[in-house]
């Protein structure tokens, strides 16, 4: 009887000690998931800040690119109102285009019918009283 409480003991060390490992193994492999997730976050961040940087400079640089060309056309000739009027007129024609191409794509959008048909298919097969192999809609 001592030895087989002996044998309890040390199988219940061994199952101490394995948990124990198990959870050191858990704790050290969230860590480094941590370490992993924090660098990305980083390298994100500055690149989010670059693209950032980048649209900025973008959207100045039209502006100036915008203003050329209507001393441009004001150097070819017309009266420097006209030009800014001709270059404002094109910029609204554009946003005009893009708004009815936009509202042209906006009616294609719609509800996710393989989605909506599937998840259907899955609740009536789940339901009480329903056979496995039965998958026709009630």
């Given at each position: 009887?001592?030895?087989?409480?002996?044998?309890?003991?040390?199988?219940?060390?061994?199952v101490a000690q394995a948990?124990?490992?198990?959870?050191?193994?858990?704790?050290?492999?969230?860590?480094?998931?941590?370490?992993?997730?924090?660098?990305?976050?980083?390298?994100?961040?500055?690149?989010?800040?670059?693209?950032?940087?980048?649209?900025?400079?973008?959207?100045?640089?039209?502006?100036?690119?915008?203003?050329?060309?209507?001393?441009?056309?004001?150097?070819?000739?017309?009266?420097?109102?006209?030009?800014?009027?001709?270059?404002?007129?094109?910029?609204?024609?554009?946003?005009?285009?893009?708004?009815?191409?936009?509202?042209?794509?906006?009616?294609?959008?719609?509800?996710?019918?393989?989605?909506?048909?599937?998840?259907?298919?899955?609740?009536?097969?789940?339901?009480?009283?329903?056979?496995?192999?039965?998958?026709?809609?009630?």
């Amino acid at each position: 009887m001592a030895e087989e409480r002996a044998e309890e003991r040390t199988v219940g060390q061994l199952v101490a000690q394995a948990s124990q490992e198990v959870s050191e193994i858990v704790r050290a492999e969230i860590a480094l998931a941590k370490a992993e997730l924090a660098s990305s976050a980083k390298n994100g961040a500055v690149a989010g800040g670059l693209f950032g940087a980048a649209g900025y400079l973008g959207f100045l640089a039209s502006i100036l690119l915008t203003i050329a060309l209507a001393y441009g056309l004001t150097a070819a000739g017309l009266a420097p109102w006209l030009s800014f009027l001709l270059v404002a007129v094109l910029f609204l024609v554009l946003a005009g285009v893009l708004a009815l191409i936009g509202r042209s794509r906006i009616g294609r959008v719609g509800p996710p019918k393989r989605a909506i048909e599937s998840t259907r298919l899955t609740l009536a097969a789940v339901k009480p009283g329903n056979h496995a192999g039965d998958h026709t809609p009630r």
